[in-house]
């Protein structure tokens, strides 16, 4: 079993920078992927990046370019880093993370971009 904890979400200024992050407890040795998806009011649950174990990365057009995603595999933790944030980048994010056994979601963390 893996547990999975984000923080960093809060209230950001259009064109500001933030980062969450997520870790992972209990088996978090057995994790392949792991990575960032997003849930705006009225809308789906989509993905916005994620990292294998070996580093390889995919991003959502729609934040290419913009988000940085990284992990400390000795601290079973995964970053998002965002920048040049915009009004429609406002959602909740969920950390999500992939085993040979199963599909493991966080709590979810707002992220809210306004002036």
């Known amino acids: 079993q893996v547990q999975l904890v984000e923080s960093g979400g809060g209230l950001v200024q259009p064109g500001g920078s933030h980062r969450l992050s997520c870790k992972a407890s209990g088996d978090g040795s057995s994790i392949n992927a792991m990575g960032w998806y997003r849930q705006a009011p009225g809308n789906q649950r989509d993905l916005a990046a994620v990292?294998?174990?070996?580093?390889?990365?995919y991003y959502a057009n729609s934040v290419k370019g913009r988000f940085i995603i990284s992990r400390d595999n000795t601290k079973n933790t995964v970053y998002l880093q965002m920048n040049s944030l915009k009004p429609e980048d406002t959602a909740v994010y969920y950390c999500?993370?992939?085993?040979?056994?199963?599909?493991?979601w966080g709590q979810g963390t707002q992220v809210t971009v306004s002036s």
């Open positions: 990292i294998t174990s070996t580093g390889a990365t």
């Open positions: 999500n993370a992939e085993d040979t056994t199963g599909d493991y």
